[in-house]
T-cell receptor
Framework: DTGVSQDPRHKITKRGQNVTFRCDPISEHNRLYWYRQTLGQGPEFLTYFQNEAQLEKSRLLSDRFSAERPKGSFSTLEIQRTEQGDSAMYLC??????????FGPGTRLLVL | AQTVTQSQPEMSVQEAETVTLSCTYDTSESDYYLFWYKQPPSRQMILVIR??????QNATENRFSVNFQKAAKSFSLKISDSQLGDAAMYFCACPSGNTPLVFGKGTRLSVIA
């Protein structure tokens, strides 16, 4: 298994544009998580899925943020109408149930 | 209120020496795991060690061990025989309510040759 992968690794966009990030979890894992990490801080939980069901989304930062996991495999995180404050590292992790979460390399977003 | 508190923003240790990073947490979960993750400058989070809360025995993984005090909600990480490659940010994490994992603000560890 190659671990959790994320694409793209880096994204530069202009304010007001929409961006979408993809995460491919470890294949046998049923849970998938999204976090945001800003410089000098720990990861901040955004949302997570068990299979295709989104179990918690109240921590998504605003209604501009949405996530999907349509077939219970890969997931996408979309940010609409990006703002400069959205610049951060977006991390994805996966796990089997409540077991250890394994993280991907992250997508670094810069909004100009 | 901060769920996970790492009171040491920065620590340093001489190579081959031992260092302890502190963490206190708060959770209403009855059966849970606690985790220490490492994030080197390349920024990929790596699991260091985990502790099952229902186990009294402290977890050990090679040079890494924890001191888990459930009543005090304390979960410190001890690194023995520190190596240059141990230099990184270290994050403590635990579940809280509807949040599967809450992370502390981290401790930046420097290893001095």
């Amino acid at each position: 298994d190659t671990g959790v992968s994320q694409d793209p690794r880096h994204k530069i966009t202009k304010r007001g544009q929409n961006v979408t990030f993809r995460c491919d979890p470890i294949s046998e894992h049923n849970r998938l998580y999204w976090y945001r990490q800003t410089l000098g801080q720990g990861p901040e939980f955004l949302t997570y899925f068990q299979n295709e069901a989104q179990l918690e989304k109240s921590r998504l930062l605003s209604d501009r943020f949405s996530a999907e996991r349509p077939k219970g495999s890969f997931s996408t995180l979309e940010i609409q109408r990006t703002e400069q404050g959205d610049s951060a590292m977006y991390l994805c992790a996966s796990s089997w149930g409540k077991e250890t979460q394994y993280f991907g390399p992250g997508t670094r977003l810069l909004v100009l | 209120a901060q769920t996970v508190t790492q009171s040491q923003p920065e620590m340093s240790v001489q190579e081959a020496e031992t260092v302890t990073l502190s963490c206190t947490y708060d959770t209403s979960e009855s059966d849970y795991y606690l985790f220490w993750y490492k994030q080197p400058p390349s920024r990929q989070m790596i699991l260091v060690i985990r502790q099952e809360a229902y186990k009294q025995q402290n977890a050990t993984e090679n040079r890494f061990s924890v001191n888990f005090q459930k009543a005090a909600k304390s979960f410190s990480l001890k690194i023995s025989d520190s190596q240059l490659g141990d230099a990184a940010m270290y994050f403590c994490a635990c579940p809280s309510g509807n949040t599967p994992l809450v992370f502390g603000k981290g401790t930046r560890l420097s290893v001095i040759a």
